[in-house]
């Protein structure tokens, strides 16, 4: 009698996840929560273009499945992904699924939006697009990142990010740095918890603003006087043009 090999005990779980996300509303929902923001049941809804009733079913299945969280606020159900490591699931499986020439926009909002979210985007909670991946590659450029062995800040990357007042989280668990595949520009940019803070100062400063209520950003003129002052990028080298990307563009 042959001997049969003991089925590995994460095949089950692992099948689970991906049936989770082999549903198209389920994975726009997953790809427009990469803002990193909570969104409401209704927006996510309208993003996926589906009716309430249906998103809510569909929701039900991501929380359970640990995907994402929930929280209440009123008649108000609000989602967010559950953390970070479930938003880097999401943005590369996102890379993965795009091996070849991307599929061309069938209209001309999907064109706009997908043009708004290679030039710039939020990733979860850290840039990415062509502006991540400018950022990434000038601060290698000046020493202050490494990617030789792994993505990780040097010493004058420490001190550059003091310098610029951004507090660093060096006693988290998670990662200070570490690459995030870019499905745009397949490239790794600048993710972990210097790439967060980073993305938040970017913002909280005003050298970017978000397009619309979706993931994309523009760099604004102060932003290109900061990136050129810090970072030596050449404003001409960095797209700043906008459009419209509202939230049913989010689910890139």
Do not use: K
Not at 83 to 92: F, M, N, P, S
Not at 155 to 161: I, M, N, R, S
């Amino acid at each position: 009698m042959a001997r049969t090999t003991p089925r590995d005990p994460a095949a089950p779980r692992l099948a689970a996840l991906a049936a989770l996300l082999a549903d198209e509303t389920r994975a726009s929902f997953c790809l427009a929560l990469l803002d990193g923001r909570a969104w409401t049941a209704g927006e996510l809804a309208r993003a996926a273009g589906v009716a309430a009733s249906t998103a809510s079913e569909h929701l039900d299945r991501l929380v359970e499945g640990g995907l994402l969280a929930e929280e209440r606020q009123g008649r108000h159900r609000y989602l967010r992904l559950a953390d970070g490591r479930i938003a880097q699931l999401v943005e590369e499986l996102a890379a993965h699924a795009h091996p070849g020439a991307p599929v061309p926009p069938r209209t001309l909002r999907e064109s706009s939006l997908h043009h708004a979210l290679a030039r710039g985007r939020t990733c979860y909670d850290h840039l990415a697009g062509r502006l991540g991946i400018r950022i990434t590659d000038a601060m290698t450029e000046r020493g202050l990142l490494r990617q030789d062995t792994g993505f990780a800040l040097t010493d004058a990357g420490l001190e550059w990010f003091g310098a610029l007042g951004v507090p660093l989280d060096t006693a988290s668990r998670r990662p200070l740095a570490r690459g995030c595949l870019d499905w745009t520009e397949r490239r790794p940019h600048l993710a972990g918890t210097s790439g967060a803070a980073l993305c938040r100062h970017v913002l909280d400063a005003g050298w970017c603003e978000r397009v619309g209520t979706g993931r994309a950003v523009r760099t604004t003129s102060a932003g290109l006087r900061a990136l050129s002052e810090h970072l030596g990028i050449e404003p001409a080298t960095v797209d700043t043009a906008g459009g419209s990307a509202g939230p049913e563009g989010s689910a890139a």
